[in-house]
């Protein structure tokens, strides 16, 4: 049986939306938006990413096995780390200034 997923936005819930990325102060968001309500977040950061610096490279661990990594030094440290998911930002500091 075939299955088919609808993205909604986290807005106002029109289907097909797309996920984006995007992140301030080294924390992470992603929104699931329409393209009309991308459209608004896009122009109203663009006063700010026209002026801005673009990192290439993730600053952090991605998700080629990295992240693996930063489990197993956080528990084997005795941090809280979840099995899943996003790395706590206290956790990924930590490791980053260990390495």
């Known amino acids: 049986m075939a299955k088919k ?3 909604v936005d986290d807005l106002d819930g ?5 996920t984006i990325h995007f992140s301030v102060d080294r924390d992470e968001y992603e929104i699931d938006l329409a393209k009309h309500n991308a459209d608004k ?3 109203a950061l663009a006063p700010f990413t026209k002026k801005a610096t673009r990192v290439s490279g993730p600053k952090r ?3 080629n096995g990295q992240t693996r990594s930063v489990r197993e030094w956080a528990i084997a440290n005795g941090l ?3 099995a899943r998911g996003k790395i706590p930002n206290a956790v990924q500091e930590a490791y980053d200034k260990a390495h």
Do not use: D, G, H, Y
Request: charged residues 30%; positive net charge.
């Open 5 to 7: 997923t609808i993205i």
């Open 41 to 43: 977040l896009r122009e």
């Open 61 to 63: 661990p991605s998700r």
């Open 14 to 18: 029109t289907e097909n939306a797309s």
């Open 80 to 82: 809280k780390v979840p």
